[in-house]
Nanobody, 124 residues
Framework: QVLLVESGGGLVQAGGSLRLSCAASGRTIGTYAMGWFRQAPGKEREFVAA????????IYADSVKGRFTISRDNAKNTVALQMNSLKPDDTAVYYC?????????????????WGQGTQVTVSS
């Protein structure tokens, strides 16, 4: 069993930056693909970014490409999401997710482990 805990959310003005962190415990995530998803009020959960077990492969949603960067530190069992040039449309609860596979995926159903989420609010 893997426990994922997100942190780093908050309120920021448009154009600002936030860095989300996801700390894993219970099992090493070194062989897991990891992802970030978000869910805005009244909307379905959507894919944001994912990273392969080695960190070599990263994929992003078109809406965040060039603004967000996903990274991982397997020695520390953590995953991060650096968010720059934030927009009001980025406002959502952000979730960290883990997939017991070395290959990245965009589909939330491919992920077995989920954190509780952290709120990101971007004001205009």
């Amino acid at each position: 069993q893997v426990l994922l805990v997100e942190s780093g959310g908050g309120l920021v003005q448009a154009g600002g930056s936030l860095r989300l962190s996801c700390a894993a415990s219970g099992r090493t995530i070194g062989t897991y693909a990891m992802g970030w998803f978000r869910q805005a009020p009244g909307k379905e959960r959507e894919f944001v970014a994912a990273i392969s077990w080695s960190g070599v492969t990263t994929i992003y949603a078109d809406s965040v490409k060039g603004r967000f960067t996903i990274s991982r530190d397997n020695a520390k069992n953590t995953v991060a999401l650096q968010m720059n040039s934030l927009k009001p449309d980025d406002t959502a609860v952000y979730y960290c997710a883990g997939r017991p596979s070395r290959i990245v995926a965009r589909d939330a159903h491919e992920y077995h482990y989920w954190g509780q989420g952290t709120q990101v609010t971007v004001s205009s």
